[in-house]
């Protein structure tokens, strides 16, 4: 009971947002209360931190790859490269934009798209003369339904990759065919939906080509290649995401005028509250989990890796990501089904894919800011939401059918 | 004589050419853009949706918002440029067709591009806020293609006849038989 209101607090405070306050300042001290209330003893709390320790590496070192590729200027690089591949059409700048948000998910991470790509992408579609709603959009949702392929696209993936006991490879070749399903129905479905926009000509202006900043995309090159080839030989890809964070980070602080300024910058690109709110969280839904929850949640979904069992999963996956959040659906989720590790993939399916329904983070959160409308904030934006109920449930489904032609074909699961 | 041009993305310049060829020397000349701020609140909505990043770090809305305000610049500036004789520029945020409708108020003409495809004639040659726009324009209203327009045997076939529309009650006795059904293409 007193777990359960733990949690809920903890969300509420994330909904809330009290006076701009990071998560963190309400996770951190429930974690405490978790503890030292006896809810989750030391020893259990101390193990589920030790085994998110990795996690959390990983995630802030692809948070300050991120943003060093950024300071490298690849992201405006990948502007240009757009612009100058659209040619003036506003439909060839949709389809080149959707490849460069599905690689920058897969490699980077969704807050690179959602961040860093994004205002980029609409800059490149305004002066391109474009309409750059579609383009946009598509930013959003390829952040959450481009982020399958890799276990550093998505924190949830970080988070269950462990339970999958798959490889970097392995986790990459189950989710290849699932990830590509998800764009072309995303794709067709941006097609249709932005068909207005799309007509609208445009009259394609000349663009300067930009230099290609190759130090910085060799060394994402390498640092991907690098998750693959370390693996076997024992390294953790934290390490070798760290490794390349750290060969980007060095020029640019030698180069810097105020080095200890730009260091400072680098070392808070990492998101350290975002890292200690991860841990925290942690310990807070295993409080939970161990006071009747995961007999809830085992209760609830099928034991058995077959279509309909992993479509069940992905749809209780992906209403829970509605409900709460993606982040506590994967911590709630992923443990109960880690016995079959095909229903873990097809949890991340939901996790992922999910939240483009509510794109502001939950349902919870779309009731708030209902609330907060009553004193002029504004309400929840129509387009987005008719383009997650556009998308959602057709993604999930062409996601979950592929993952199990995908699971037919392997034959590591 | 007061003309309003709204300038859009990607057709705003058959909109300043049309201006420019029809308003007298003596008319006055504004140069209309809206910017809606949905968009940019929309990506600060879906960035505010991943849990746990905080509220300090930098937000991608309040990016497209300024890149959007620097778009409205550029474009007011090249269409002030383009149109090559004075006019004003006036710049509007919120719903497109509102502003619009809002802007014209007054005006006696409002210069406005169709913006759906142009590769034939009709229909939906104009997307929904233009089409909001021509609806509930105060003035009267220019309707310029941003292209050459299509040639008119673009213009698609008539549906087939499925039965004649009943004869209203009131309806005066017919002249002359009803002209025959078009032949089917």
Redesign the interface.
């Known amino acids: 009971m007193w777990a359960v209101l733990l949690l809920a607090a903890v969300l509420a405070f994330a909904v809330v947002r009290p006076r701009g306050l990071p998560e963190a300042a309400a996770a951190v001290p429930a974690a405490a209360i978790a503890i030292g209330g006896g809810l989750v003893p030391w020893s259990a709390a101390r193990d589920e931190m030790i085994m998110l320790g990795p996690t959390v590496g990983f995630l802030a070192a692809i948070l300050a790859l991120a943003h060093l590729a950024d300071a490298w200027g690849v992201f405006g690089y990948a502007g240009g490269l757009a612009a100058r591949s659209a040619r003036g059409s506003p439909t060839r700048l949709l389809t080149v934009v959707f490849g460069i948000a599905a690689v920058v998910t897969a490699v980077l991470s969704l807050d690179a798209t959602v961040v860093l790509l994004t205002p980029v992408v609409f800059a490149t579609a305004a002066a391109a003369g474009v309409r750059a709603r579609p383009q946009v959009y598509a930013c959003t949702h390829l952040a959450n339904a481009g982020s399958l392929l890799l276990p550093v696209s998505n924190l949830t993936n970080l988070l269950a990759f462990g339970a999958t006991g798959l490889t970097f490879l392995g986790f990459a070749g189950m989710m290849a065919l699932p990830w590509v399903a998800v764009i072309a129905v995303e794709y067709a479905v941006f097609r249709w939906f932005f068909a207005g926009d799309l007509a609208t000509p445009a009259r394609p202006s000349p663009v300067e080509p930009t230099p290609a900043p190759r130090f910085a995309l060799v060394v994402l090159a390498l640092t991907l290649a690098g998750f693959a080839v370390a693996e076997p030989m024992g390294v953790a890809p934290a390490v070798v995401a760290a490794a390349g964070a750290v060969v980007l980070a060095v020029p640019l602080v030698v180069r810097a005028t105020d080095r200890r300024r730009t260091a400072l910058g680098i070392a808070l690109s990492t998101n350290p509250l975002f890292c200690f709110f991860v841990f925290a969280l942690g310990v807070v839904v295993l409080a939970l989990r161990r006071n009747g929850l995961d007999d809830l949640i085992a209760a609830l979904t099928p034991g058995s890796a077959s279509l309909l069992g992993l479509l069940a999963v992905a749809g209780l996956a992906a209403l829970l990501a509605n409900l709460v959040n993606n982040v506590p659906a994967t911590l709630v989720l992923v443990p109960v089904v880690a016995h079959t590790p095909a229903l873990v993939l097809a949890a991340l399916i939901g996790v992922n894919v999910g939240p483009n329904l509510t794109y502001v983070g939950s349902l919870a959160t779309l009731l708030w800011r209902r609330i907060l409308h009553a004193r002029d904030e504004p309400p929840a934006s129509a387009v987005f939401l008719r383009l997650g109920l556009a998308t959602v449930p057709a993604c999930l489904l062409a996601a979950v059918v592929a993952l199990w032609v995908a699971l037919k074909l392997s034959t590591v699961l | 004589m007061n003309v309003v041009v709204w300038l859009?993305?990607?057709?705003w310049?058959a909109c300043v050419d049309a201006a420019a060829e029809v308003a007298p020397p003596s008319a006055t000349i504004t140069l209309l853009h809206v910017t809606d701020p949905?968009?940019a609140?929309?990506?600060s909505?879906?960035?505010?949706?991943?849990?746990?990043?905080?509220?300090?770090?930098?937000d991608?809305g309040a990016?497209?918002g300024a890149?959007?305000a620097?778009?409205q610049e550029?474009l007011l500036a090249a269409a002030a440029a383009r149109l090559d004789r004075p006019s004003s520029p006036v710049r509007r945020q919120g719903r497109l067709e509102r502003e619009v409708v809002t802007a014209a108020e007054g005006a006696d003409l409002l210069v406005v591009a169709r913006?759906?495809?142009?590769t034939r004639l009709g229909p939906?040659s104009l997307?929904?806020p233009t089409r909001f726009v021509v609806d509930h324009a105060p003035c009267a209203v220019l309707l310029v293609w941003?292209?050459a327009p299509p040639p008119v045997d673009t213009i698609p076939p008539p549906p087939p006849h499925k039965a004649a529309p009943p004869p209203h009650k009131a309806a005066p006795p017919p002249h002359k038989a009803a002209p025959p059904p078009p032949p089917p293409p």
């Open positions: 859009a993305e990607g057709t310049q949905a968009l609140e929309d990506v909505d879906a960035f505010g949706g991943l849990m746990g990043r905080g509220t300090r770090g930098p991608p990016a497209v890149a959007a620097r778009a550029e913006d759906g495809p142009v939906r997307n929904p941003p292209t």
